[in-house]
């Protein structure tokens, strides 16, 4: 099972980014999918989370500013961030999820400037 993904970078407040993360080894449309993120020193936050119905979830922190999706053909789960804050910057990963089987990806940096 692979989860690569893609699409951090640096911008500036205000902004947008849109992460991707496409996996490999699943059936990818079975999966619960989602993104965390994570600052030095904290632990690992929900940001966003999508069921194999399409059914959304998203923290406090990022509702009405980012939207997460899914292509189930091109098996790639997105978060398309806007209006982005400094407070945004972290390391982002995504993840999948069926029962108790889990998988991470590798994490992409996202740096917010002021």
């Known amino acids: 099972v692979q989860l690569q993904a893609s699409g951090g970078g640096l911008v500036q407040t205000g902004g947008s980014l849109t992460l991707s993360c496409t996996t490999s080894?699943?059936?990818?449309?079975?999966?619960?999918a989602g993104w965390y993120r994570q600052t030095p020193g904290k632990q690992r936050e929900l940001v966003a989370t999508?069921?194999?119905?399409?059914?959304?979830n998203y923290a406090d922190s990022v509702k009405g500013r980012f939207t997460i999706s899914r292509d189930n053909v091109k098996n790639t789960v997105f978060l398309q961030m806007n209006s982005l804050k400094p407070e945004d910057t972290a390391v982002y990963y995504c993840?999948?999820?069926?029962?108790?089987?889990?998988?991470w990806g590798q994490g992409t940096q996202v740096t917010v400037s002021s």
């Open positions: 993840n999948v999820g069926l029962g108790r089987a889990t998988y």
């Open positions: 080894g699943i059936i990818f449309s079975m999966f619960a």
């Open positions: 999508i069921t194999s119905g399409r059914t959304t």
